[in-house]
């Protein structure tokens, strides 16, 4: 029998009369731990008049409650709209609480700020915490970041500020502190991260070693150098924000504290200090750029634990191998199976020629007067035309993508829509004017000429038939998943510029149809409304369009189909529009898939549950669609693991989702990326979650989440935050040749 009464002291170090490092129910004043069947329950009012009670997670994403008593809240430096604590978590144990108040959350800016902060910590915690090296950074505690006040707790600080040991130690404890400084960069550059905050003020020193701040300014390695700090402590390229952050960045720190601790002042911060050459010990360094002005031109971390002759901790490599490369390794043995089953290259769907042109009318048409042909010398001809009032170039027969029958233009066959749905002719036979007819052929519709019995009746957007090849792309997955979300956190990062650095530019396909999902979709997730679940339909219509343009190139229609999931797992005859479908994004929910004992609260809260046979709507739209050669789907997909956030502290999922989008397409970043989310998959889920990716020749997997967080009641408490959502969208385009600098066709496969 363990005694009851004696918790584990949150900070890590156990009381006496707790050997086992185990958290223990008993006291309400007392933690409950991670396997009590109470540790989810309302908190149980505590006894104590100063105690209140706090549920947070801890760095392993244990849910914990504990009776805590707090301090006055004070303005910590250097972390705007954060207030700081101290804490008392139960009996006695003694943390710092770092919270976002309520009035600070109007800007986002703060909220990204500390998950950002959060995901370096665990991240470091996870890495290094039961190593011995470890203690070099700040102890996370614990976190919540979905609570009325978001907020991480760490354990307290030992030691001073450096800032308070300048001119009293001894030239052994500066060698120690400045080598300490320099393991602590080289396990930060491990963990792909930059603190960007190491200063006299925020480096601690207790006689043995030294203790970093906590990580509230780190950036991940390779992202765009945000401004930070000010000299001499921050290098130049940090203090102005050029370039992409460099672990090296922090070694500029570590030389400037050298400098510091040794010569008892700081120096300029522009590059060597003018009188280096007077101190021998650092002289040496010197030359080996350590002073350098430019983070390329200084050592790399370990380099200069060499130079410094410290042990580099990571030289024999520490803890377990990672599960996860089994998986990898299984994943390329899957690519190698697509090379050959599709000769070394990406199959491609088998496109159909359009029929025949109808016969024309005899009477001089809309379409002659505007690009000639046809006529005879009688007929007017047509007006001069300036470059503004340039009509669309002529229309093309297309495949209609709701019926999948050809549509050939033919002018009697135009319409609009009023506001309550009803379709009006449209006869432009009168306008002289090609400016205003090439308007009004922008907003107007052309009916398809094929409805069948049973059939709604269904239109085209004139640009539609207009422009370049048409794009088609559907999103799948069973309700729930987040398609909707995903669809529309993808439209407004477009609505937003988010394709314009990869060359792209993007108008409506249709400006009414376009600014009525604007305002019920993207708006609302905009403003951290929840969205509602997309209804059952009798006939499949595309959600939104756009006309998607690189440089000079005919605009292409991109049209983006989002339906129920109830329709896709049903193989009906709503559904049939799927064979004609160019593209696909199958959108895959974590709680639905993962083995993960983390998602299990969420799952109870939700009502969902872990599915071993995969989504239903994979297997049916997969079974549905036509194989090419090989066996294999040539449409091309990506596979988006949705709602990504809730695993976002898991070390493989934090190296993507921790990273905004490049400002340019790297395939070789897009194979990386779809290597470890097929391991993560693999490892953590049933292999028919992976259905999309084992039948379709070109499939690569993406990190994503549409919303950021979990709603509560039909609103997201601290907005909606979309992370990485153009990334299917990005990997599709390149694979169907719409992408500028993408080879077309450029694959995983290839």
Not at 25 to 47: F, I, S, Y
Not at 194 to 213: E, K, Q
């Amino acid at each position: 029998m363990t005694d009851p009464n004696h918790p584990t002291d949150p900070t890590g170090q156990d009381r006496p009369g707790d050997p086992t490092g185990q958290d223990r129910p008993g006291d309400p004043n007392q933690p409950l731990g991670p396997d009590h069947p109470d540790h989810l329950r309302e908190p149980t009012p505590p006894t104590h008049p100063y105690y209140q009670e706090l549920e947070f997670l801890t760095p392993r994403e244990v849910p914990v409650r504990f009776a805590v008593r707090y301090g006055e809240d004070h303005r910590p430096p250097g972390r705007p709209g954060v207030l700081a604590r101290r804490a008392t978590l139960g009996a006695g144990s003694h943390v710092l609480q770092y919270r976002l108040p309520s009035s600070a959350q109007g800007d986002p800016h703060a909220y990204a700020l500390l998950e950002r902060e959060t995901a370096a910590a665990v991240s470091l915690e996870r890495r290094y915490g039961g190593a011995k090296f470890g203690a070099v950074f700040a102890r996370i505690v614990g976190f919540d970041l979905t609570a009325a006040e978001p907020f991480v707790l760490y354990r307290p600080p030992t030691g001073r500020p450096l800032s308070e040991w300048a001119g009293r130690l001894d030239a052994e404890d500066q060698e120690r502190i400045t080598g300490q400084l320099a393991m602590a960069v080289r396990l930060l550059d491990e963990a792909d991260l930059v603190h960007r905050a190491i200063a006299p003020d925020t480096v601690r020193w207790d006689g043995a070693r030294v203790r970093l701040c906590e990580p509230y300014a780190a950036q991940r390695a390779g992202e765009a150098r945000e401004p930070f700090g000010g000299a001499p402590w921050a290098s130049p390229e940090q203090r102005a924000g050029q370039g992409v952050a460099d672990p090296r960045d922090d070694l500029w720190s570590v030389a400037e504290l050298a400098y510091y601790l040794l010569a008892g002042r700081p120096d300029r911060g522009e590059g060597p200090p003018a009188d280096l050459a007077d101190y021998r010990r650092l002289a040496a360094l010197g030359q080996s750029g350590f002073f350098a002005a430019r983070a390329a031109d200084r050592p790399r971390p370990a380099d200069l634990m060499r130079l410094l002759h410290v042990p580099d901790p990571l030289a024999t490599g520490i803890g377990a191998a990672d599960p996860l490369d089994r998986w990898r390794t299984e994943y390329d043995r899957q690519i190698a199976r697509k090379r050959a089953a599709t000769g070394g290259a990406p199959v491609h769907p088998d496109t159909e020629e359009p029929p025949p042109p109808d016969p024309r009318p005899s009477r001089i048409t809309l379409r002659e007067r505007l690009f000639g042909g046809g006529g005879d010398a009688l007929r007017p001809p047509a007006p001069a035309v300036t470059p503004e009032e340039a009509p669309p170039p002529p229309p093309r027969g297309r495949m209609c993508p709701h019926c999948l029958l050809p549509v050939e233009y033919d002018e009697r066959l135009l319409v609009t829509i009023d506001a309550k749905g009803n379709r009006i002719p449209l006869d432009l036979s009168a306008e002289r004017r090609p400016g205003h007819v090439a308007d009004a052929l922008r907003k107007a519709y052309h009916l398809c000429p094929h409805t069948m019995d049973g059939d709604e009746e269904h239109e085209l957007p004139v640009p539609y038939l207009t422009n370049g090849e048409p794009l088609s792309v559907a999103l799948v997955g069973s309700s729930s998943v987040g398609k909707t979300h995903l669809l529309a956190a993808m439209l407004g990062e477009v609505e937003l510029g988010g394709l314009e650095p990869y060359g792209l530019k993007c108008r409506p396909l249709n400006p009414e149809a376009h600014r009525t999902f604007v305002r019920e979709r993207v708006q609302r997730l905009k403003e951290g409304r929840q969205l509602g679940r997309t209804g059952q339909q009798t006939f499949a219509r595309f959600a939104d369009g756009l006309l998607v343009s690189a440089g000079g190139a005919q605009p292409r229609p991109v049209v983006f189909f989002d339906l129920a999931g109830e329709d896709l797992a049903q193989d009906g005859e709503v559904g049939r529009f799927l064979m004609g479908v160019d593209a696909f994004v199958f959108v895959l929910d974590p709680l639905r898939a993962l083995r993960l004992p983390g998602l299990d609260p969420v799952r109870e809260q939700s009502g969902l549950r872990r599915r071993d046979l995969g989504d239903e709507a994979f297997s049916t739209v997969l079974n549905r669609i036509p194989r090419q050669r090989g066996g294999l789907v040539a449409a091309p997909a990506a596979l988006a693991v949705n709602k990504s956030d809730l695993v976002r502290f898991e070390p493989v999922v934090d190296r993507w989702l921790g990273r905004a989008l490049p400002g340019r397409y790297d395939p070789g970043a897009v194979r990386e990326e779809s290597r470890d989310a097929y391991a993560f998959l693999a490892h953590h889920a049933g292999a028919a979650w992976l259905k999309p990716f084992d039948d379709c020749a070109d499939c690569t997997l993406h990190f994503v989440a549409a919303t950021g967080g979990q709603a509560r009641g039909d609103r997201f408490p601290h907005g909606a935050r979309p992370r990485r959502v153009l990334a299917p969208l990005l990997s599709l385009f390149a694979l169907c040749g719409l992408l500028p600098g993408a080879e077309p066709t450029e694959g995983i496969v290839r």
